[in-house]
């Protein structure tokens, strides 16, 4: 949906149209849910999350001014609200320790030989495994293929820290495949 | 040798997602192309992305296009209206009535209906209401958000855990009455009305990344 469209749509429900705000709501409260989902790794939350956002727009439409995409916009608004789930439970759990980083390499050769729904699975298992800012950069840069200089934004973070993030994740995740692979 | 495998690492790490995304000019991408050729751990990392990708993507698929609608429409249609927006519908009604001289006393039981529906409204938020945001005769307009008080506006630290947040503000006699909003901003009473001791001591805690204090009657735009 366009910007322009989105705006139409904030004017109605500045109005307090329902329908409006119902539309809205189909055309982008999953991708809030999907990532919500995979920073919080629970539905029930994630939904909690969804309802909290889309209920900012409801309460202050006007404050969107296109300064980037309504999405990007909505993302960060349910980051905040998905921090304030983080915060209310107890320390997440603890990161893949450094030394399983050291990629076996031969192990990894064998990944293509997988059948598909075990690739995937273990694929899955290891993103999970991420630590959270991490992961939260990874689904961004490949699910809703935001720019790197968009997700620093979000994240409220410099150019650099995005980057690092990537590169710990990738080497985290190879780490974590091969591990998987080793164990069968 | 460190160094040449590092370089090449830090090339595919500034490619890859790029790559993947099709964000890459033709000679960048070709250029990763090449890089992928004589690289087959490299190919593989690739080809766990483009799967990973897929597989979020057909996960989303699966997602319902109303997930948490249901939750959406209750806040929404749970939240109280404006008395300014009561006192129109009753005035219109009222005006309604009063149109023909049969529903004179029709209308007449209506304004002690309304009246009394009314009274019961405002009474309720005031009951709903904590103590001292009732004493701070706090105002919202509807658009944006501006308090009758003054206010602090605070961003807390990602990591700061919900527990010290709580017990900071029972010391500072402080209430979030907003918030977050897109920057992640939440605006704060403080009950006592010591906004610059309680802004100084949100400051020095551990809490806080920043704190504003907001005289009266600002508009908090997009904050």
């Known amino acids: 949906?366009?910007?322009?469209?989105?705006?139409?749509?904030?004017?109605?429900?500045?109005?307090?149209?329902?329908?409006?705000?119902?539309?809205?709501?189909?055309?982008?409260?999953?991708?809030?849910?999907?990532?919500?989902?995979?920073?919080?790794?629970?539905?029930?939350?994630?939904?909690?999350?969804?309802?909290?956002?889309?209920?900012?727009?409801?309460?202050?439409?006007?404050?969107?001014?296109?300064e980037s995409s309504f999405s990007t916009w909505l993302l960060g608004i349910a980051r905040?609200?998905?921090?304030?789930?983080?915060?209310?439970?107890?320390?997440?759990?603890?990161?893949?320790?450094?030394?399983?980083?050291?990629?076996?390499?031969?192990?990894?050769?064998?990944?293509?030989?997988?059948?598909?729904?075990?690739?995937?699975?273990?694929?899955?298992?290891?993103?999970?495994?991420?630590?959270?800012?991490?992961?939260?950069?990874?689904?961004?840069?490949?699910?809703?293929?935001?720019?790197?200089?968009?997700?620093?934004r979000l994240q409220n973070c410099p150019l650099n820290t995005v980057k690092t993030r990537l590169m710990y994740a990738r080497g985290k995740m190879k780490a974590c495949v091969s591990r998987c692979m080793m164990e069968g | 040798m460190a160094n040449s495998k590092e370089s090449l690492d830090q090339y595919f790490n500034e490619n890859l997602f790029g790559y993947l995304n099709n964000t890459l000019d033709a000679d960048e991408r070709e250029s990763f192309e090449r890089h992928l050729r004589g690289n087959g751990l490299a190919r593989s990392e690739l080809a766990w992305y483009q799967e990973l990708k897929s597989e979020m993507h057909e996960n989303f698929e699966r997602i319902s296009p109303d997930v948490g609608l249901k939750r959406s429409l209750q806040k929404v249609r749970g939240e109280p209206q404006p008395l300014i927006a009561?006192?129109?519908?009753?005035?219109?009604?009222?005006?309604?009535a009063m149109a023909t001289p049969q529903h004179v006393a029709a209308a007449g039981a209506l304004v002690v209906i309304q009246g009394a529906i009314i009274a019961g409204l405002v009474a309720t938020w005031r009951a709903e209401m904590p103590e001292e945001q009732a004493g701070?005769?706090?105002?919202?307009?509807?658009?944006?958000?501006?308090?009758?008080?003054?206010?602090?506006?605070?961003?807390?630290?990602p990591n700061a855990k919900l527990q010290d947040i709580g017990s900071l503000l029972t010391?500072?006699?402080?209430?979030?009455?907003?918030?977050?909003?897109?920057?992640?901003?939440?605006l704060i009473i403080i009950a006592s009305g010591r906004l610059i001791d309680a802004a100084e001591k949100l400051r020095l805690s551990n809490v806080?990344?920043?704190?504003?204090?907001i005289p009266p009657n600002t508009k908090q735009n997009g904050r």
């Open chain 1, 1 to 66: 949906m366009e910007n322009k469209e989105v705006f139409e749509l904030l004017e109605r429900i500045a109005k307090r149209e329902e329908p409006a705000f119902r539309e809205v709501h189909l055309a982008f409260g999953r991708r809030v849910y999907a990532f919500a989902l995979s920073r919080l790794q629970n539905s029930v939350e994630a939904e909690e999350v969804v309802a909290d956002t889309m209920y900012e727009i409801w309460k202050h439409p006007s404050r969107f001014r296109g």
């Open chain 1, 80 to 152: 905040h609200k998905i921090l304030n789930v983080l915060r209310s439970r107890s320390p997440e759990h603890a990161e893949i320790d450094e030394e399983a980083n050291q990629v076996a390499s031969d192990a990894l050769d064998g990944f293509g030989a997988l059948v598909e729904k075990q690739k995937r699975e273990i694929l899955l298992h290891c993103i999970n495994e991420l630590p959270a800012e991490q992961r939260e950069c990874l689904y961004l840069v490949l699910f809703e293929e935001m720019p790197l200089l968009e997700i620093a």
């Open chain 2, 86 to 96: 009561t006192i129109t519908q009753w005035l219109a009604k009222l005006l309604n």
């Open chain 2, 136 to 157: 701070a005769s706090m105002t919202r307009s509807l658009a944006t958000a501006s308090y009758a008080t003054a206010v602090l506006r605070v961003k807390f630290k």
């Open chain 2, 171 to 186: 010391k500072l006699d402080g209430s979030i009455v907003e918030g977050p909003g897109q920057g992640g901003y939440y």
């Open chain 2, 208 to 213: 806080a990344d920043e704190v504003v204090l």
